[in-house]
């Protein structure tokens, strides 16, 4: 077997449909298996995909009767995989291309080969910017405060790569997780993801770790696929538990990474920034003359005073070696 492609499902059955579809029609020669991990969807997912798999033994399930996030639910299926790599994939993605490429890629890569990120498209077939630099705390700050006021800084535009033109392979500092392959072997080796994120980062830290170990993370232009974004959540647009899971997962890895004294650093200044951005949304939505935009900053005085009450939740202790490993999760 060439390849185990595991996609996540949380209450996305259409669009895991249009998915497994996409990739029964791309062409793709290699043996693969598919290995669906749903986490305890509500939305018929289930029973349509026992259907699925009875009638496709290319297909296998996984039922979770929780939700315990993307990295957690991606940890349970890995027990099954049989195939040389493993592709995380998003259900929220239309295949393109014949997935062969991706794998050639890693093939040529070698022993050295330790993750590899395919193109990603959004929509409109413009480049997603799924390969970063790594992160660093003025990386991290600017993106939780410049960022959520609608500053783009040129910190955050160097580090995503957003000037490059993703025409050729290059190696990276971290690869999105909603489409990343990895040799089965690196992971028995350096764990799954850690349970202890349950959403954002915890791609970044398998490739952190990845590169730990000693191998590398790099970016492919091959085998296009178009990325919905966002559509496993079923939320439109920033939401308090999106943006509070956000920066909790961002403290732990930074603290994991960069070390405790970094990670205090950024709770301070995010927390004094979303504080002065909270105060002013707030006078914004008691004065400002027009009826839109007064609800629009106590909406956004909302989402901050829910996050930064997230942010008073202690960080979970870091992940042991017992924890990561496959089938613990």
């Known amino acids: ?31 693969y298996e598919v290995i669906v991990s749903d986490n305890g969807s509500t939305d018929g997912s289930r029973e349509w995909l026992a259907m699925v798999a009875q009638a496709n033994p290319q297909v296998q399930c996984v039922f979770n009767d929780d939700n315990p996030g993307f990295g957690v639910g991606n940890n349970r299926a890995l027990p ?4 040389r790599y493993v592709l995380f994939l998003n259900a929220d993605t239309i295949i393109q291309e014949p997935l062969d490429a991706l ?33 660093t705390l003025p990386v991290l700050i600017a993106s939780y405060t410049l960022a959520f006021a609608g500053v783009r800084a040129g910190v955050i535009r160097r580090q995503q790569l957003a000037d ?11 690869l999105s997780g909603c489409y990343l392959l990895v040799p089965t072997h690196v992971l028995h080796e350096v764990g799954g993801f850690d349970p202890q994120i349950f959403l954002y980062f915890e791609d970044t830290d398998l490739c952190y770790r990845i590169r730990r170990a000693g191998y590398r993370i790099t970016y492919a232009p091959v085998s296009a696929i178009i990325h919905l974004e966002g559509g496993a959540s079923r939320d439109k647009g920033v ?29 301070v200044t995010v927390w004094l920034a979303w504080m002065l951005m909270w105060l002013v949304f707030g006078l914004m939505g008691l004065i400002w003359p027009q009826a839109g935009p007064r609800a629009k900053a106590r909406q956004r005085a909302k989402l901050l005073s829910g996050a930064l009450a997230m942010m008073r939740r202690p960080l979970p202790p870091p992940a042991t070696e017992a924890t990561l490993a496959l089938g613990r999760a």
């Open 1 to 31: 077997m060439d390849l185990s492609i595991v996609i996540v499902n949380w209450n996305s059955r259409e669009l895991l449909e249009q998915c497994l579809r996409s990739l029964a029609a791309s062409g793709t020669r290699l043996r």
């Open 80 to 83: 099954f995989v049989r195939g």
């Open 103 to 135: 794998v050639g890629a890693a093939d040529a890569i070698g022993p050295a080969c330790g993750a590899v990120g395919g193109l990603v498209l959004n929509p409109d077939k413009t480049i997603q910017l799924s390969c970063r630099e790594r992160f």
């Open 164 to 174: 490059w033109d993703h025409t050729t392979m290059r190696d990276v500092g971290t």
């Open 239 to 267: 939401t308090v538990r999106g943006l509070g899971s956000s920066i909790q997962s961002a403290r732990y890895f930074t603290r994991t990474y960069l070390g405790a004294g970094q990670e205090r650093i950024l709770t």
